[in-house]
C-alpha cells in the first residue's frame, strides 16, 4: 500500500494474495527498527551533550541499576519479538501450504532454462501462464544444479533441488506480465535465467490452455509406463509381482521394516530411481532402477499418470 502510494521502484508489483501481507509484515518490521534507530541514536546524542564533561563536574557520578527500567527494556522488546515470531509464522505456513485445489504445474529447471508444463498439456520455456483469482502450485525439481524460482510480484521464491522436490504456490490478483528470476547462483548464464509469469482472466486462461496441442503429462506417463514395460508387473491380478498402482497416489504404504509413509510425489520419484530404498511390505526387492533411462520430465510424466488412476480409482460421489 505505502509502496504503491509513493511508487518506489525498490518495491514491485503486488500481484498476488500473499504480496499484501508480505509487504506488510516488512513495513512492520522496518517501522519497529527505525523507531529503535532513532530512539537509540537520539538517546545517545542527548546524553553525550547533557552529561558531557564540564569545569565543576570532573568525575561521574555511579548511579546503581533501576529494577523498573531494567524489566522495561526486557519484557518491551520480548513482547515485540513475539509478535514478529507469529506474524512471521503465520506468514510462512501461508507460503508453504497450497490449499489442496490448487492447479498444478510442473517444473524442472536446468541450465539455464525453467520448463514448465500443464496438467491439460501445455508446456513452457522461461515463461508461465497462469490464471487470476486461482491458488496455482508449481512442483519443481532441477535435471543438474540448485536453482532458485522467484516471482517478486508474487512475493514468492523457492529452491529448485536436483533429486528432489520442492514446491511454491501463489494466487495471482492482477492480469499482468511479471518477472521470473533464478535467484540461486547456478553457472556462467545464472542471470539470463530469467523468464515471464503472464497472469490472465481465468476465461483468457481457459483460451490459451485450448490452444496448446501437447499430450498431458498424465497421457504422456502413460505411454512412458508402457515403454518402460511397467506395466508387466506393476497391474492387477495374481501373476502381479509388484504393487498395483491404481490408487496409491496419497494412499499410506506399510514398508517391509514395518515403517509406513504416504506416497507422495517424492515416495513415487524415489521409487523409480531407487526401487530398492523403500520396499512395500509382501513384496520382492526385484525391480531394477530407471536412473538414466528416464529423465526428470519423464519421472513427473509417469508421477502424473499415477496420481491419474488414483482420480479414477479414488473419486468419491459428487
Ligand atoms: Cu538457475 Cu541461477
Not at 551533550?49 to 570532573?58: A, C, F, L, M, S
Not at 506474524?87 to 510442473?106: I, K, M, N, R, T
Not at 504456490?169 to 530469467?194: D, K, N, R, V
Not at 498395483?244 to 509413509?261: K, M, S
Request: aromatic letters at 10%; charged letters at 15%; glycine letters at 8%.
Amino acid at each position: 500500500m505505502i509502496a504503491a502510494r509513493f511508487s518506489l521502484p525498490l518495491f514491485p508489483e503486488q500481484a498476488s494474495t500473499l504480496a499484501p501481507r508480505v509487504d506488510a509484515l516488512l513495513f512492520f518490521l522496518l517501522a519497529v527498527s527505525t523507531f529503535f534507530t532513532l530512539l537509540i541514536a537520539g538517546c545517545i546524542v542527548v546524553f553525550a551533550i547533557r552529561y558531557r564533561r564540564r569545569p565543576g563536574n570532573e568525575v561521574a557520578e555511579q548511579v546503581r541499576g533501576s529494577d523498573r527500567l531494567e524489566i522495561a527494556w526486557s519484557v518491551i522488546p520480548l513482547l515485540l519479538c513475539l509478535v514478529m515470531y507469529v506474524w512471521g509464522a503465520q506468514l510462512y505456513f501461508a507460503a508453504a501450504s497450497p490449499p489442496p485445489d490448487a492447479l498444478e504445474v510442473y517444473s524442472v529447471a536446468k541450465q539455464w532454462m525453467w520448463k514448465f508444463q500443464h496438467l491439460s498439456g501445455p508446456r513452457e520455456i522461461n515463461e508461465l501462464h497462469v490464471p487470476v483469482g486461482l491458488p496455482v502450485k508449481v512442483l519443481m525439481t532441477s535435471q543438474d544444479v540448485i536453482h532458485s524460482l522467484f516471482v517478486p510480484a508474487f512475493r514468492v521464491k523457492q529452491d529448485v533441488l536436483p533429486g528432489r522436490y520442492t514446491q511454491l504456490w501463489f494466487q495471482a490478483t492482477t492480469p499482468g506480465t511479471y518477472h521470473l528470476f533464478c535467484a540461486e547462483y547456478c553457472g556462467t548464464l545464472h542471470s539470463g535465467m530469467i523468464g515471464q509469469v503472464v497472469a490472465m482472466e481465468p476465461a483468457d486462461f481457459q483460451r490459451w490452455l485450448a490452444g496448446g496441442t501437447a499430450a498431458s503429462p498424465a497421457v504422456a506417463g502413460e505411454k512412458l509406463f508402457a515403454d518402460l514395460g511397467c506395466d508387466t508387473c506393476h497391474r492387477a491380478g495374481a501373476q502381479a509381482r509388484c504393487p498395483d498402482l491404481a490408487g496409491l497416489f496419497g494412499r499410506t504404504v506399510t514398508l517391509t521394516t514395518g515403517q509406513t509413509l504416504t506416497a507422495d510425489e517424492g515416495y513415487v520419484r524415489e521409487s523409480i530411481l531407487t526401487p530398492g530404498a523403500k520396499i512395500v511390505a509382501g513384496y520382492e526387492n526385484i525391480m531394477p532402477t530407471y536412473q538414466g533411462l528416464v529423465n526428470e520430465e519423464g519421472v513427473l510424466q509417469l508421477i502424473a499418470y499415477i496420481k491419474s488412476l488414483q482420480t479414477t480409482e479414488a473419486k468419491g460421489p459428487s
